[in-house]
T-cell receptor, first 117, second 112 residues
Framework: GAGVSQTPSNKVTEKGKYVELRCDPI?????LYWYRQSLGQGPEFLIY????????DSGLPNDRFFAVRPEGSVSTLKIQRTERGDSAVYLC???????????????FGEGSRLTVL | AQSVTQPDIHITVSEGASLELRCNYS??????LFWYVQSPGQGLQLLLK??????LVQGIKGFEAEFKRSQSSFNLRKPSVHWSDAAEYFC??????????FGTGTRLKVLA
């Protein structure tokens, strides 16, 4: 389809392991976002990319979290030394920027559910 | 501090009844305001947004919302609820910085 695609949809890992979550945005969308949604909570901002660069990474909780978008399309969220508290649904979204202005609509993927045992 | 409050965690309405979901925000600048809906197994979908202009905005699926600056509110309404509207609804606030702040959500249950 033409929507935001996230893989894997579910990931179960053990405490201390390394995890990568992938996001394939809508073609042509230059802006890409990662959010985290814990149980019973709304999505919480992690990082925003405009093109290849991270324009705002102020939401990343600590240095175990890192995200890249090397070619300005697909993005990977990387979590090192996972902890049980990292268990959540990780949402990716993309949006269209017209003439540098935010069009205001984020298109979300279905999320990657991460469970750390 | 910037924040969004959705005071109702759960709401139950009968099919055909009217609906109002509350949203209050705290934001220093003129906000962009949004309502998103999240159905099981699906991603968040934008229902409507307010940037400026007419304070009553129309969205998809028959929803509307009214921005009231004096009350710092952006309540979502629908005159007649359908069973397919059962889902979780999130209010969000942001600006041109793209860092949207979401509320904790209101889960809507529709009785047949």
């Amino acid at each position: 389809g033409a929507g935001v695609s996230q893989t894997p949809s579910n990931k179960v890992t053990e405490k201390g392991k390394y995890v990568e979550l992938r996001c394939d945005p809508i073609s042509g969308h230059t802006a890409l976002y990662w959010y985290r949604q814990s149980l019973g909570q709304g999505p919480e901002f992690l990082i925003y990319f405009q093109g290849t660069g991270a324009a705002d990474d102020s939401g990343l909780p600590n240095d175990r979290f890192f995200a890249v978008r090397p070619e300005g399309s697909v993005s990977t969220l990387k979590i090192q030394r996972t902890e049980r508290g990292d268990s959540a649904v990780y949402l990716c979204a993309s949006s269209l920027t017209l003439a540098g202005a935010n069009t205001g609509e984020l298109f979300f993927g279905e999320g990657s559910r991460l469970t750390v045992l | 501090a910037q924040s969004v409050t959705q005071p109702d965690i759960h709401i139950t309405v009968s099919e055909g009844a009217s609906l109002e979901l509350r949203c209050n925000y705290s934001y220093g600048a003129t906000p962009y305001l949004f309502w998103y809906v999240q159905s099981p197994g699906q991603g968040l979908q934008l229902l409507l947004k307010y940037f400026s202009g007419d304070t009553l905005v129309q969205g998809i699926k028959g929803f509307e919302a009214e921005f009231k600056r004096s009350q710092s509110s952006f309540n979502l309404r629908k005159p007649s609820v359908h069973w397919s509207d059962a889902a979780e609804y999130f209010c969000a606030v942001g600006s041109g910085t793209y860092k949207y702040i979401f509320g904790t959500g209101t889960r809507l249950k529709v009785l047949a």
